[in-house]
Each structure stands twice: as structure tokens, then as C-alpha cells.
């Protein structure tokens, strides 16, 4: 059950018990798996075959520092004028949205993606914790920039729940880029807009402290290089507002904010129109 589903099943409950506290922790907003799952990359290899392209794909394992096996994909489109480390949304994982890699090849570009531990073909500790995903997040960064052609940039590109990490990422190593994909502010925004609006008199969402102290906004007040932030006017989940007060508190000079009309959560890089604003980006760094 995703943490979208488990909001709505106990905003149920609450309707029928006149009122309710609703806790938010790692283990319940965190979407986990008990096992990992095979890695299928089926959604990519038809979107490479449709449009005739060439790719290089390889599969990655590397041990955390848990002891756990995190496995993902790094994929190589000819002539790439960026490497992307890709931080994907909550429960997204390869064999679910293999796809999106191709839109990133269309740049053309380099792509690093690690399935996040307890999802996909990532194996899972007994308990989740955001500390750990931020160690992993760092990890996946440096073998990118380990194996990465050194003569191109190497940016991170953060999708919803991925946008904590890229930015995490961005303040303690050295990137040339980050981009921002329907961007989470803070845990506890996310949870407060899934709670429609006549339901908040009688709900309360209460936070636990390792999630209510990651705030994207502190991540961006630091960090001063090329940002560009992609959203969706349909996105109902990581809504515009979002994004543009992320903008507003952002200390990068070099910063762009693009609303991708028609847009949902997740698949701006769908857009032809997205693609093009990257690879203006891009042209930038």
C-alpha cells in the first residue's frame, strides 16, 4: 500500500470515529518491499526499439554500507552532453518506469538510477530510516562521478520524494547541476495537501522528528550552483506552490523555474517542451 493509499484508508476511519491522529514515519511514508524483485528494464528496450536509438545498458550492484545489495542500471546514449545521477520518487522504481531513461537519452545523456533500498530490485533492511537513504544516496553519487566521462558535467536530478535526496546530495559533494521534478518542500507538506480540505478540522498529522527536520528549502538556502526546477500545472501532488517557493528561497544565481502545461506528478519528461528547457540548461553549466 502506498502512503497515498494508507492517507485515504485512514482518513476513512476517521470519518467514521468523528476524528483522529494520523502518524507519519519513515516506515509508513517510505514505500518498502519485503523482497527484492527482479530488475526489468522491458519499458526501456521498447521505447529504445521504438524510436530505432542506440543504448548501452548495464546493470549495477553495490553493497551499502548496511551490508545490503542495491541494484540499478547506468545507461549511455552516443554523443551524451551530461551525466545524470537520478533520485526517483517514492516507489519508483526500474521495473515500474524504465521508460523515463529514454527521455533522459534524449538530451542525449549518461544515466545512473539505483533502485532505493526495500524497493525494486534493491534488497530492504528490517527498518527503513532516512539516515541510511542518504548515505546510500551519496554512495550512488560517487560511483557515478567515479564512472562517469569526466569531460562532461555530472548533475543530480531529483523526482518528487528523489528531489530530498539530489538536493541533500548537492550539499555535500561536488555537482555541477541540479534539477528539481515535481519537488517535495517537506515530508510533512506532502502529507498535509493528500488531506482534502474538509477533512483537516478533524484530522491531525503528526510527523516523526527524523522526517520533519528534512526541509528542502534549508538544502536550497545553501546550496549556490545551476538549479532547474521542472513542474506540472496538473500535478495535484507536489502542486506549483511547491515549487515556487522553493524557487523563491533558492540561493543559486544561475536558476530557472519551467511549468510544464498539462503536466502530472512524474511525467514531465514525457514533454517535448521539458526535454528542450534541459538541454537549455544544460548549455548553461
Known sequence: ??????????????????????????????????????????????????????????????????????????????????????????????????????????????????DYQGMGASAAAPRVLVDNLKADALQVFDYGKEVFPKNIPTIVHGLSMGSLFATYVANKREVDGVVLDSAISSVSDVAQNLVPQWTKVFTNLKISPELAIIDNSEYLARYRGPLLMLVGDRDQMTPISFSRELFRQSASTNKSIYVVLGGKHGKLMRNEAAVIRYQTFIETL
Open 1 to 114: 500500500m502506498t502512503f497515498f493509499s494508507r492517507i485515504c484508508f485512514l482518513l476513512g476511519l476517521c470519518c467514521g470515529i468523528g476524528g483522529c491522529a494520523i502518524d507519519v514515519s519513515s516506515s509508513s511514508y517510505i514505500y518498502q518491499t519485503s523482497a527484492p524483485s527482479p530488475l526489468d528494464t522491458t519499458e526501456l528496450l521498447q521505447a529504445v526499439n521504438k524510436d530505432e536509438a542506440a543504448v548501452s545498458i548495464t546493470t549495477v550492484e553495490l553493497t551499502n554500507a548496511q551490508g545490503l545489495t542495491l541494484t540499478g542500471v547506468a545507461v549511455s546514449y552516443p554523443k551524451p552532453v551530461v551525466n545524470i545521477v537520478f533520485y526517483a520518487g517514492n516507489g519508483m522504481t526500474i521495473s515500474k518506469a524504465s521508460g523515463i531513461l529514454h527521455e533522459f537519452g534524449k538530451i542525449p545523456a549518461n544515466i545512473l538510477w539505483i
